[in-house]
Nanobody, 126 residues
Framework: QAQLVESGGGLVQAGDSLRLSCAAPGRSFSNKAMAWFRQAPGKEREAVATINHSGEATAYTDSVKGRFTISRDNAKNTVYLQMNMLKPEDTAVYYC???????????????????WGQGTQVTVSS
């Protein structure tokens, strides 16, 4: 059972923007690092962006630097991914994840992220 719920995906054209949201109904992840991953057909799941518990530290995979921004609102128990200048290669299912470690550092490594959502589809047409 998914403990995180993603929303905001859709079909857009290259150059457009989308904002993904990740909510955690009934549970707080405010003391954990959070991340967005994505998985395209036939490819492995890859980390896109991560943010620490306070929101003060972030990291991005090289392909999205300067275009994507991760943020969080702990009062709303929600994490966001603002995606600008979208490209067709950004097409994937996007997943939100929470790390198992409390008050831990940010990491783009898949290992350690144990709480997952069911994903939201992002499709970018050329």
């Amino acid at each position: 059972q998914a403990q995180l719920v993603e929303s905001g995906g859709g079909l857009v054209q290259a150059g457009d923007s989308l904002r993904l949201s990740c909510a955690a109904p009934g549970r707080s992840f405010s003391n954990k690092a959070m991340a967005w991953f994505r998985q395209a057909p036939g490819k492995e799941r890859e980390a896109v962006a991560t943010i620490n518990h306070s929101g003060e530290a972030t990291a991005y995979t090289d392909s999205v630097k300067g275009r994507f921004t991760i943020s969080r609102d702990n009062a709303k128990n929600t994490v966001y991914l603002q995606m600008n200048m979208l490209k067709p290669e950004d097409t994937a299912v996007y997943y939100c994840a929470a790390h198992t470690t409390e008050w831990g550092p940010i990491t783009l490594e898949l290992r350690g992220y144990v709480y997952w959502g069911q994903g939201t589809q992002v499709t970018v047409s050329s």
